[in-house]
């Protein structure tokens, strides 16, 4: 079994930053990609940036140049750098991970609980 448990969300100004970590645990062989998702009250989730094992990362449109996604493989975890918020970026998000077990060769999503980010106006 893997956990996910993502943490750094908080309460900050438009124009302000936060840094969101995601640690795995558990039953990990190995990590093909991970990544961020976003959802906001009465939306649909979003996915907002992901990063492959390769080092390769792919960004939602409207946080390009404002969202660094980055990953520590050594302690399988994810971070998500998000400067100059704003207000629209107000919502949960959720770390994911695609994760191999050991002693099994099927590829696992994992998902933490979700951390709220809040930008004010």
């Known amino acids: 079994q893997v956990q996910l448990v993502d943490s750094g969300g908080g309460l900050v100004q438009a124009g302000g930053s936060l840094r969101l970590s995601c640690e795995a645990s558990?039953?990990?062989?190995?990590?093909?990609?991970m990544g961020w998702s976003c959802q906001a009250p009465g939306k649909q989730r979003e996915l907002v940036a992901t990063?492959?094992?390769?080092?390769?990362?792919n960004y939602q449109d409207s946080v390009k140049g404002r969202f660094t996604i980055s990953r520590d493989s050594a302690k399988s975890t994810v971070y998500l750098q998000m400067n100059s918020l704003k207000p629209e970026d107000t919502a949960v998000y959720y770390c994911?991970?695609?994760?191999?077990?050991?002693?099994?060769?099927?590829?696992?999503?994992?998902w933490g609980q979700g951390t709220q980010v809040t930008v004010s106006s």
């Open positions: 558990g039953n990990i062989f190995s990590i093909n990609a």
């Open positions: 994911n991970a695609d994760i191999r077990h050991y002693g099994d060769t099927d590829r696992f999503d994992y």
């Open positions: 990063i492959i094992s390769g080092g390769s990362t």
